[in-house]
Antibody, heavy 121, light 107 residues
Framework: EVELVESGGGLVQPGGSLRLSCAAA????????MNWVRQTPGKGLEWIAY????????HYADPVKGRFTGARDNAKNSLYLQMNSLRDEDTAVYYC??????????????WGQGTLVTVSS | DIQMTQSPSSLSASVGDRVTIPCQAS??????LNWYQQKPGNAPKLLIY???NLEVGVPSRFSGGGSGTDFTLTISSLQSEDIATYYC?????????FGGGTKVEIK
């Protein structure tokens, strides 16, 4: 059974940093592209980063470009999101989501349960 | 960027009703459109991909249609367990934007 479990969320002050992790199980992690998607009450669902299966191709949404860094460790079946220079508007539930199929598809067939990041002083 | 519009933001229907949820893209996305269902406290769940393909395990009362800029998700006979918010998402171009969602409630 496919399982994605996020961790690392919490309360952080504006300007601070946080590192999210997503532990994958139940599938060949190294064969699938992965994504980070966040959700806020105000802006809804927002794709923020794509990481290719090998980690060599990464794309970011404009609101996080230059502040967030996506990475993966296929030996540890894990996906990461390093978040720096955090702002109030980064407050959200952060999900990792798998691309359907072994090629990048933009179709997210499995999602983690999410981890809450709150940016506040 | 391609903007995805879902209107209405909520609708109310009776059990057994046929429910149609619209989604509009700001430009032609061919058939690069997915639908997700989200229940309170849960992550989104893939229902339909590439406009009309039913994800494995999703009940056949769900169907999708459309092309270009106008798309629909249809529930042929609404069940109480279908109470949720439904989101469309385009994957034609980055950023892969979602619509604002349509919340379905029981009348």
């Amino acid at each position: 059974e496919v399982e994605l479990v996020e961790s690392g969320g919490g309360l952080v002050q504006p300007g601070g940093s946080l590192r999210l992790s997503c532990a994958a199980a139940g599938f060949t992690f190294s064969s699938y592209s992965m994504n980070w998607v966040r959700q806020t009450p105000g802006k809804g669902l927002e794709w923020i980063a794509y990481i290719s299966s090998g980690g060599g191709s990464i794309h970011y949404a404009d609101p996080v470009k230059g502040r967030f860094t996506g990475a993966r460790d296929n030996a540890k079946n894990s996906l990461y999101l390093q978040m720096n220079s955090l702002r109030d508007e980064d407050t959200a539930v952060y999900y990792c989501a798998r691309d359907k199929g072994v090629a990048a598809s933009g179709i997210y067939d499995y999602w983690g349960q999410g981890t809450l990041v709150t940016v506040s002083s | 960027d391609i903007q995805m519009t879902q209107s209405p933001s909520s609708l109310s229907a009776s059990v057994g009703d046929r429910v149609t949820i619209p989604c509009q893209a700001s430009q032609d996305i061919k058939n690069s459109l997915n639908w997700y269902q989200q229940k309170p406290g849960n992550a989104p769940k893939l229902l339909i991909y590439e406009t009309s393909n039913l994800e494995v395990g999703v009940p056949s009362r769900f169907s999708g249609g459309g092309s270009g800029t106008d798309f629909t998700l249809t529930i042929s006979s609404l069940q109480s367990e279908d109470i949720a918010t439904y989101y469309c998402q385009q994957y034609r171009n980055l950023p892969l934007n979602f619509g604002g969602g349509t919340k379905v409630e029981i009348k």
